[in-house]
């Protein structure tokens, strides 16, 4: 049996954060259950499911200060890409707030964004392999 991984995000909206995840990341929900009063939503990149976020909605104090703030100065997580500048153009276009432009590294091709909090995601593309 394959085993995931699950990290938890908090949000003011389940819906608008999937809203932002999906339409303008680009990725999928995974689950979306009602429990009760409250819901059970993951939500993950396309095509992978070795990684889900859990969105958990901040209801308490403690938990509405670290909105936004997650990953502290640090990305709260990253995410891979396979076209780093075209992801960066389309998502530029749908508002996704970007902390410069795509530069390339000896790791890849890469760009800090944030989410609709302010959680910080790197996107990366690894870097190309010259065939010699």
Same mark, same amino acid.
């Given at each position: 049996?394959?085993? +995931?991984?699950?990290?938890?995000?908090?949000?003011?909206? %389940?819906?608008?954060?999937? !809203?932002? %995840?999906?339409?303008?990341?680009?990725?999928?929900?995974?689950? !979306?259950?009602?429990?009760? !009063?409250?819901?059970?939503? /993951?939500? /993950?990149?396309?095509?992978?499911?070795?990684?889900?976020?859990?969105?958990?909605?901040?209801?308490?104090?403690?938990?509405?200060?670290?909105?936004?703030?997650?990953?502290?100065?640090?990305?709260?997580?990253?995410?891979?890409?396979?076209?780093?500048?075209? &992801? %960066?153009?389309?998502?530029? +276009?749908?508002?996704?707030?970007?902390?410069?432009?795509?530069?390339?590294?000896?790791?890849? /091709?890469?760009?800090?964004?944030? &989410?609709? %909090?302010?959680? +910080?995601?790197?996107?990366?593309?690894?870097?190309?392999?010259?065939? +010699?």
């Amino acid at each position: 049996m394959k085993k +995931k991984l699950m990290c938890s995000l908090l949000v003011k909206n %389940y819906d608008e954060a999937i !809203d932002f %995840y999906t339409k303008k990341l680009g990725w999928v929900v995974a689950e !979306d259950n009602p429990m009760g !009063d409250d819901r059970w939503v /993951t939500i /993950t990149v396309a095509g992978n499911d070795g990684c889900v976020v859990a969105l958990h909605v901040a209801r308490t104090k403690e938990d509405q200060a670290l909105l936004g703030k997650q990953g502290g100065s640090y990305p709260y997580f990253g995410m891979e890409t396979h076209d780093c500048l075209g &992801d %960066y153009k389309r998502m530029k +276009k749908l508002g996704v707030k970007f902390d410069g432009e795509p530069e390339v590294r000896p790791y890849g /091709t890469g760009v800090m964004l944030e &989410d609709l %909090y302010g959680n +910080k995601i790197f996107m990366n593309q690894e870097p190309v392999e010259i065939a +010699k």
